[in-house]
């Protein structure tokens, strides 16, 4: 990071940049927003960014992260009910609004006899933030509306809202609690997909949760718990009555930072599974619950990079005797390095158990890993890339799918009102059952507007 005329070019900005109002909230920078919509991908927030370490640090300063006041969102000053209005505040409202359009290549992801059509997609947004350090507020509404041009039986609309609560009553107490709403709709990828017999499945989510995080010197324990209600709509293969359940966890972490920067861990999890059903169309039992135990240890070093390893066992263990349990290897990484001002890479690997409508399975076990590379082409164009593979081994049926995933797209910043992004995605899998295995190509052009 000693790049001196890249760190000048990075902080520099027109001297008629227009203030903006002070907020506790996370920087909403028009390149990850572009970024996030043209290549979602990620592997969820470290622990150690919970906190005020250098790894918070080091994921704010990566190239598709780091704040561009020459293009940042400005937001619009909320006065508070009984303030003065022309007093600016600390809350701010971020509209937007992308507009895109594309052409898949087998949109139904099959074998043989592949659909290629063409689809436009308009998803505004509306964010509401306000509070400071100690005590922050945030409102996310959301939706994706998309149209094919003859394939209409892929058309969705999803939507949600969300709300979030961040406070920091005391300096080494952190708590968090959020809840939200959501439709959404099954990809065609997705092995669960109705396929070629109907519509894309669409479903609903409410879900709920909360945090808690304390420092006690160099210990360090996080608490957190989970809750979320899925309703499916019924498809040409199962009914949605089948399919609706509700999934709890929990997860507890202790940590030990034995030296400065590297911190050591222990975790625990345990989830519960229960759906509204008691039995599948095949009459199995449903319902499943089951732990996972990690060890790992956090490492960060000056707001360069970061890494987050864990290694443990897991266990899900299945309502209906004729199911064999789920065990074995458990394991998370989460790797970030800013390479140099201008290069972010990004390594995330997992293995978790997911629920599955496939006949006869228990459930499947998903193996996953991804490198991903971000460049700073030039301040206002950047160039973001994902390679991944996943792997998916389903219990008590003869079914295996590896599937490699690539995505590499440009986002030009245009100004601090809009940016422009250009993705491509390829999709390919090649499974152990009949028909299962597709190749696709999706190219998407795409514009935000934001405030």
Known sequence: MSDAPAQNRRH???????????????????????ATAALSAGFGTAWLSAGPAAAQLAREDAVMNRPREDYDPIGLPLPLPGSD??????????????????????????????????????????????????????????????????????????AGVAGQMRASPLEDLDLRADAGWFRRHEDRADPDSAGL???????????????????????????????????????????????DRIVYSTRGRVGYEFDAGLIAFTEGSYNWVRYDRDRDREGFLQDNEGWQVLAGLGYDLSGVSYAEVGVGYRQQSFDDPSFENSG???????????????????????R???????????????????????????????????????NADFGDIEREDDDITARAGLVYLINEFSSADLTYEFQRRESSAADADFTSNTVTLGVRLHY
């Open 352 to 390: 978790s158990v997911e629920q599955t409508t496939l006949a006869g399975a228990s459930s499947s076990v998903n193996t996953s890993i991804e490198l991903g590379l971000d460049y700073e082409i030039l301040y206002d164009l950047l160039f973001t890339s994902r390679l991944g593979y996943a």
């Open 328 to 350: 074995g290897l458990a394991f998370s990484a989460d790797v970030l390095w800013n390479v140099t001002d201008m290069m972010t890479l990004t390594l995330g690997a997992s």
């Open 197 to 243: 017999e109907s519509s894309v499945t669409e479903y609903d989510e409410v879900q709920g949760g909360g945090e808690v995080i304390y420092r006690l010197s160099e210990l360090q324990f996080l608490l957190d718990a989970e809750a979320r209600d899925l309703s499916y709509s019924d498809s040409a293969t199962v009914p949605g009555a089948f399919r």
């Open 85 to 158: 209005p022309s007093v600016v505040g600390n809350t701010l409202l971020f509209p937007s609004l992308r507009l895109s359009s594309g052409f898949d290549d087998n949109v139904y992801r099959t074998a043989d006899d592949e659909t290629a059509d063409f689809f436009a997609t308009i998803a505004p947004e509306l964010s509401v933030r306000t509070g400071d350090e100690l005590l922050a507020f945030t409102l996310d509404l959301t939706a994706e509306l998309r149209r094919y041009l003859e394939e209409t039986d892929n058309d969705y609309l999803d």
């Open 12 to 34: 520099a900005g027109p001297a008629t940049r227009r203030p903006r109002a002070a907020t506790g909230a996370l920087p909403l920078g028009a390149a990850a927003v572009a």
